[in-house]
């Protein structure tokens, strides 16, 4: 994944939308759904907590549906982007136990990889105004880039693969 510049009023803009459609959608869908479950399929009497639940989880499929077909529309180019990289930072995440590991032996792949974790955090960050944990991010940022320095000149970039 390449980190892509966002603007971050339009992405701001287009998350506020694609979420206040999303809730709207989910109340509308999850009455309209178990209201007429209730309707066809009961006599209207006693409590119909299942079915209400089933509405809210139909409309919830319906919408990650949705979701799911309209992610490559450039109104949501941005939101999908900030997505996909929240899913990168995760997955690097549950995995950094092993990469600080390779990181601490100099494997070029590793600080590569923490490179990318940082400059990725930082921009998320930014576009999401996090701004209470990035002093602690800049600091491991620049002792990653130190150690990337000292390591790239032992090793030719070239051997870079995606073990992590």
Same mark, same amino acid.
């Given at each position: 994944m390449k980190l892509l510049t966002i603007d971050k009023q339009t992405y701001r803009k287009h998350l506020n939308v694609v979420i206040a459609i999303c809730?709207?959608?989910l109340a509308?869908?999850?009455?309209?759904?178990?209201?007429?479950?209730?309707y066809f399929f009961t006599d209207r009497e006693g409590s119909h907590f299942w079915l209400n639940v089933m509405g809210?989880?139909?409309?919830?499929?319906?919408?990650?549906?949705?979701?799911?077909?309209?992610?490559?529309?450039a109104y949501m180019r941005e939101v999908y982007y900030v997505w996909k990289?929240? !899913?990168q930072i995760n997955y690097i995440?549950?995995?950094?136990?092993?990469?600080?590991?390779?990181?601490a032996e100099n494997n070029v792949d590793a600080i590569t990889v923490m490179n990318f974790y940082y400059k990725a955090c930082e921009q998320l960050y930014t576009l999401d105004d996090n701004t209470i944990t990035i002093n602690?991010?800049?600091?491991? !940022?620049?002792?990653?880039?130190?150690?990337?320095?000292?390591s790239i000149s032992k090793f030719p970039l070239k051997t870079i693969n995606s073990r992590y």
């Open positions: 809730v709207v959608s509308v869908l999850s009455l309209l759904i178990s209201q007429s479950a209730i809210v989880a139909v409309a919830m499929m319906l919408i990650g549906t949705a979701l799911k077909k309209v992610n490559q529309h990289l929240k !899913q995440y549950r995995k950094s136990r092993k990469i600080d590991a390779a990181v602690s991010l800049t600091k491991n !940022q620049m002792n990653c880039r130190k150690k990337s320095n000292r």
